[in-house]
């Protein structure tokens, strides 16, 4: 097997890992230490180390083998675990990572911040005292021997499928050197079956080894820890005796359904990819089929095509699923975020994350991290103040910050809340005039006043940080949400706090829509943002607001909007739209029903054209635009406000 085909499954496991002990140190940090979590951050060095051997990445081997060395000493009681060795723990942590970036990025470990692995190693030898091993890790070398090195006796037989699983037998031998010296080795072939019976997959040799190491027991078997559960593996300490033969073979291990059920498949997300998009031709072809179809009308061709289209949901929905992660996927890096930026700006802010376990599409979820991270930036600098002036406010001296993520309506919803000082509306106002952004007697709303925050160039900033000040970032924030087919909205009261909320779409690639028509245009909305539709009498659609059962409806005309010539009627339509806690009308010429609308990116002719957030193929062949309800529903709310101003 060529390891190097496989490297990107131990790039995986070891960011995998190294979350993993992020999340156990900073858990420390809150709660204090406990065995269970000590226990976390050695095993995911451990591990780190032991795959990183199979692949000879000897400079991750080396670093990690003194991290773990100084872990070893937390366990057992020697060290405790003071914010010292948390940071420390954490920088060596970062250092892997960016390790592991180069064997991913198949560039130069050893040069690889080569000072600042020096001066790592350094602090950890402290904690190590004269300890040899430590001493030759800094220098680079092999760990040293010296003349107390035990001996140990090795049998190991392998399991059969071994090689199919994806290890290679030789490779765990050849880490064994990394700890101590091979005196010998014996093959044991008793169990190769005759020449026309071998399978060319299969492992069929046991080995004994005599191994010299001054490694305890427990170390040398957590070389083969990867292959133990399905495997023969005997370490024995000796004096001096002959060596045995491996032992005896072993009946293969056989999985039962309930293993099958709790094994995690790792599919690529482009082999999801072209799934989806076959399903999506499959939605669209249907489409076309219900259309035959209905002209015919024969009761059977229709109950054929009702049963199709069932599994064809079906199809989609499995599929759709393969692609939803937990947010957390987001999430876990926050707590690493709050601690240090509230350590470099010298506030004290506590973290809170609920709904981490709430399913997102995968593209989705890899899209949010850089939004989410400039608004928790931005409330940690903005927001949040010192502990002398919340004191000053009578608010306890610990800022908050609360990411929290939810289900609503068929989309998801992301609620970034901090309790600080909250948005001063008569300051972004101001430096919005001063900015040129908008005209000194302008009269807006206060929702109309925060979305200012969102516009190029804006900033309240006194001066210009490593956070925030050069007005760059909550532009980015709208832009990258909108790219998502999603919309933010903003809720916040001077002195108690802001709260910013994100809603999305499940999915970007497959929506149940409602379908409209303006003259010979056809317009697909997301069938979670409709809330009615309503009949109206051509006079009651020139109103300036509807008059939705008493309450004020502010509307577009999508003909005006668009430039389109309707089609003249005594009767034109409403579509009620809710998008949160807003709501608006969209007037069309005709309602034409609900569908399955697969979602195509819009050509470069419409790319940035605001209203639309893409396109999809109907039946017929004709191509329909998306609407964007939130950007309509915005210009729908200014349209309103600009008749209430006149």
Do not use: W
């Amino acid at each position: 097997m060529d390891m190097n085909e496989h490297r990107h499954l131990l790039v995986q496991e070891a960011r995998e890992l190294l979350q993993e002990m992020q999340n156990a140190v900073l858990a420390i940090e809150q709660s204090g230490a406990d065995e269970e979590l000590i226990n976390a951050i050695f095993r995911a060095a451990h591990t780190i180390k032991g795959s990183s051997g199979l692949f000879g990445l000897d400079t991750i081997v080396d670093f990690t083998h003194v991290l773990e060395s100084v872990l070893v000493r937390v366990r057992g009681g020697e060290l405790g675990l003071d914010k010292t060795l948390t940071d420390l723990t954490l920088a060596c942590g970062d250092h892997i990572a960016g390790l592991i970036d180069c064997v991913e990025a198949e560039t130069e470990l050893e040069s690889y911040e080569s000072v600042r692995r020096l001066q790592l190693l350094q602090q950890l030898q402290v904690y190590l005292g004269v300890d040899p091993k430590a001493a030759a890790a800094i220098k680079g070398a092999a760990p040293q021997r010296s003349q107390a090195a035990k001996v140990f006796r090795l049998n190991l037989r392998f399991n059969a499928d071994v090689l199919t699983n994806g290890m290679d037998p030789l490779a765990f031998i050849q880490h064994l050197t990394t700890l101590g010296e091979i005196a010998s080795i014996t093959t044991d072939t008793s169990a190769l079956p005759a020449l026309q019976d071998i399978n060319p997959e299969a492992c069929y040799l046991a080995f004994a080894l005599e191994f010299h190491s001054t490694a305890d027991k427990a170390t040398i078997e957590s070389v083969f820890d990867f292959v133990r559960d399905d495997s023969v593996i005997g370490v024995e300490e000796v004096i001096s005796q002959p060596l045995a033969t491996a032992a005896e073979p072993v009946a293969a291990v056989q999985q039962t359904a309930n293993a099958r059920d709790n094994t995690l498949l790792k599919v690529k997300s482009s082999k999801l990819d072209e799934l989806i998009d076959v399903v999506g031709e499959l939605v669209t072809r249907m489409a076309g089929s219900h259309a035959a179809a209905r002209a015919s009308d024969p009761a059977v061709l229709k109950e054929l095509f009702e049963g199709m289209n069932e599994l064809v949901e079906q199809i989609r929905d499995r599929a759709l699923n393969l692609r939803m992660v937990p947010i957390g996927e987001v999430f876990q890096r926050f707590p690493r975020l709050v601690r240090d930026v509230s350590q470099e700006i010298g506030k004290q802010i506590d973290l809170t994350i609920n709904g981490a376990d709430t399913e997102l599409d995968k593209s989705m979820v890899e899209k949010l991290a850089d939004p989410l991270v400039h608004i928790v930036r931005n409330a940690m600098d903005h927001g949040i103040e010192t502990s002398e002036q919340r004191i000053e406010a009578g608010k306890p001296p610990r800022g908050a910050i609360a990411l929290n993520a939810f289900h609503q309506s068929g989309a998801v919803v992301i609620e970034i809340r901090d309790d600080g000082r909250g948005l001063n509306k008569a300051r972004i106002f101001q430096k919005a005039v001063e900015r040129g952004l908008i005209a000194n007697d302008a009269k807006l709303s206060d929702k109309e006043i925060f979305e200012l925050i969102f516009l190029p160039g804006f900033s309240t900033a006194e001066q210009v940080t490593d956070l925030s000040g050069r007005g760059v970032g909550m532009d980015v924030v709208r832009r990258n949400i909108d790219a998502l087919r999603g919309s933010i909205d903003i809720q916040s009261q001077e002195g108690c706090g802001t709260t910013m909320q994100i809603r999305l779409p499940l999915t970007l690639a497959i929506i149940d829509g409602f379908q409209v028509a303006v003259g010979d245009s056809d317009f697909v909305l997301p069938l979670n943002m409709v809330e009615e539709c309503l009949d109206l009498q051509t006079t009651a659609a020139h109103q300036k607001i509807f008059d939705l059962r008493g309450q004020p409806l502010p509307y577009i005309r999508l003909a005006d909007v668009f430039q389109l010539t309707p089609t003249p009627s005594q009767h034109q339509c409403l579509v009620v739209v809710k998008v949160g806690d807003s709501r608006a009308g969209i007037i069309v010429d005709r309602f034409v029903g609900e569908l399955q609308a697969v979602i195509k990116p819009l050509g470069q002719l419409l790319r940035g054209v605001s209203g639309f957030s893409g396109s999809t193929i109907l039946g017929d062949g004709r191509v329909a635009l998306l609407l964007d309800v939130p950007a309509l529903l915005t210009l729908a709310t200014q349209s309103e406000a600009a008749s209430a101003r006149a």
